[in-house]
């Protein structure tokens, strides 16, 4: 009976259905003499030989290679559009594409995040083909090593698990760079350059750009300078938030020119016991709004531009704490900020202006405080020099009344004079230095190096230059023609220091300024806050 009613049902239910109707796959015939009694109608049957197809169907490829994992489906309206390997295979004339949602995984396009220490994959190509066509990128867990993360324009970034992009320098020193409207977030970049002057990772030329819970790490340089962690000039509406620093050599954030709206939220340095912050125009665009909140900065450098004069503006810190502050002159405001010390950036540059202090002095450490003093063979009082190293063109006079200055002017040649004391001026070398002068400046539109015309140079008891101080004297900016003025600096001699060379006059590069100088002094300071007050002294050498 049994065998009867399967003949029936085999006799009404054609052996078609038997197998899958899906255009996938070409008809099988199979044995009915086989076909299980639990095997209903409509079931896909396939031979051991039939489902090894399964890998490369007529219009499937499955890719199991992994980084690069997915399926791909042909596309019959596509003739044109070439292979990348990542979203677009060719095979047999035929273009299949990857089926996928949300954004495009780096490791499609041959990433590996295989670098330990300097050794592994170069990424680059992977992370150009990447970054220049696709705006929403995804990088897997690992360590990354590549030449450049390539700006890229309108792009969001997003990681899971460790991720390290490892840099090194092959086209450009600035390694890692950041495009207008764009997003990353989750990433640790590590420099694997040693010693390498301006490397940085850059918002430069760019706009509307947020990096959240990034690092920065090993950008050094082993003159210390001109290598950063982050570094952003020309740039606008800008957020750094939760992001770490370590190991840096200049600074782990820079701002120099126009810069403008600038959010930097809780930053923080791993290694080096806070945060390096250097804001620092390099033209009259500087920095024009900046917020920092929260953070642990060991140090926060505001400083003026020596070559211009110019400064930042509209600087806000909430909430900071801030270990050293050197200020050479900026817009700022510290809202619920812990500062610990404040002064200028150590042994380098020192600002001059006028000080409302009173102070136990020495006497006055220069014999002839005047520069007034000439005859018609242009020559200085004996106590001072003009230094040719500059120039050789004479120096200039300007009668003021019934006096007439020396003004230190380069007289159409690119080198500006100096003047010097000729003999070596001794000091004790355990108390800061206090220096006096009064005069003006002739700034020309354009004049360089306006913040270094004042130079104190260290010596050793062997005469052995130790270092240099630089600071401005008679602070303008250019285009002006400022009045006569009191300018005081407070140096800190450097370690060994027994002597110093007093000189007035701008760098050996610079162009034109003219200085009339009345007076000058220079003063060992016993102790701050008590004695008379400074402008007494001022008026009893200008007097004199």
Known sequence: ?????????????????????????????????????????????????????????????????????????????????PEDGALILIRDGKRYKRQYKGPVHITWFGAKGDCIGSIGTDNTSAFKKCFNKHKNVYIPGGNYKTSLYPRSNNIIVTTKGNVIISVFKQETQVMIQFGDNSRHSGIKFVSLEKDLEWQRAGIEQAHNVIIKNCGFFNFLNSTQINSWGLFLQNASNIVIDHCYFGNNSQSDIALVNNCKNIKIMHPSNIINEGVTLDIEPTDANGTKGAVFTGGNYKSVLLL????????????????????????????????????????????????????????????????????????????????????????????EYHKDG???????????????????????????????????????????????????????????????????????????????????????????????????????????????????????????????????????????????
């Not at 076909?35 to 051991?48: H, Q, R, W």
């Not at 001072?384 to 190293?389: A, D, K, L, M």
């Not at 303008?476 to 007035?504: C, H, R, S, W």
Request: charged share 20%; glycine share 6%; proline share 4%.
């Open 402 to 544: 019934n006096q007439t200055y020396n003004r230190l002017n380069a007289s159409g040649d690119l080198r500006n004079f100096s003047v010097r004391n000729k003999v070596p001026i001794e000091i004790t070398g355990k108390n800061p230095l206090l220096v006096f002068i009064n005069g003006r400046a002739i700034i020309p539109k354009d004049a360089a190096w306006i913040g270094q015309n004042l130079h104190i140079l260290w010596l050793d008891k062997n005469n052995k230059e130790l270092s240099k101080s630089l600071t401005p004297f008679a602070r303008g900016m250019q285009g002006d023609t400022t009045k006569f003025q009191n300018n005081y600096a407070i140096l800190i001699p450097p370690k060994n220091a027994v002597k110093v060379i007093f000189e007035i006059g701008a760098k050996e590069n610079a162009t034109t300024i003219k200085n009339d100088i009345k007076a000058v002094g220079l003063f060992e300071v016993k102790k701050l806050g008590q004695g008379i007050p400074l402008s007494q002294i001022s008026n009893t050498i200008i007097n004199k």
């Open 1 to 81: 009976m049994y065998n009867q009613l399967l003949f029936l049902f085999i006799l009404f239910f054609p052996i078609k259905y038997y197998y899958s109707k899906s255009p996938s796959y070409n008809p099988v015939i199979f044995d009915h003499k086989k076909i299980s009694k639990k095997t209903k109608p409509g079931t896909l049957l396939l031979k051991y030989e039939q489902r090894k197809l399964y890998q490369k169907i007529e219009d499937t490829i499955r890719i199991k290679e992994i980084g690069k994992e997915g399926i791909f489906k042909y596309d019959p309206t596509d003739t044109t559009t």
């Open 304 to 395: 003026e531009n020596v070559f211009t004069a110019y400064a930042s503006e509209n600087l806000v810190f909430k909430s900071c704490k801030i270990n050293y502050l050197s200020y050479d002159g900026s817009g700022v405001k510290f809202i619920n900020c812990q500062i610990d010390k404040v002064g200028n950036e150590n042994n380098q540059r020192s600002f001059a202006g006028n000080l409302e202090v009173n102070a136990m002095l020495s006497e006055n450490l220069i014999s002839n405080p005047k520069i007034t003093d000439q005859n018609k063979g242009g020559l200085l009082s004996p106590y001072w020099e003009i230094n040719t190293y500059y120039s050789k063109n004479k120096i």
